[in-house]
Nanobody, 123 residues
Framework: QVQLVESGGGLVQAGGSLRLSCAASGLTFSRYGMGWFRQAPGKEREFVGMVTWDGDIYHSDPVKGRFTISRDNAKNTVFLQMNRLKPEDTAVYYC?????????????????WGQGTQVTVSS
């Protein structure tokens, strides 16, 4: 079955960096667009960014210029490099997969989800 496993979360001071990874199995990774979402306590799940199956990359406005998404098809892995972190970036971060397609910013557009990894940014 399809599995997405996030790693790399943790506690970091404001201004610091973290790199999240999402390892995929049970699917033909190169056919899937991979997205990152986050959910803070009491808030709705929020789109962070995505990389399409053919390599187009999109980031949401709150993270543009600070976060970078990339993928390594040889390793079936998508990454989220997070720099200049802010306390408001604190959330559980999820990766998600959608077959083929173009830019997708809504949760409902994704078929598979990881279990999430906690990112906490202290001020």
């Amino acid at each position: 079955q399809v599995q997405l496993v996030e790693s790399g979360g943790g506690l970091v001071q404001a201004g610091g960096s973290l790199r999240l990874s999402c390892a995929a199995s049970g699917l033909t990774f190169s056919r899937y667009g991979m997205g990152w979402f986050r959910q803070a306590p009491g808030k709705e799940r929020e789109f962070v960014g995505m990389v399409t199956w053919d390599g187009d990359i999109y980031h949401s406005d709150p993270v543009k210029g600070r976060f970078t998404i990339s993928r390594d098809n040889a390793k079936n892995t998508v990454f989220l490099q997070m720099n200049r972190l802010k306390p408001e970036d604190t959330a559980v971060y999820y990766c998600a997969a959608k077959l083929w397609g173009n830019r997708a910013t809504m949760s409902i557009q994704y078929s598979y989800w990881g279990q999430g990894t906690q990112v906490t940014v202290s001020s």
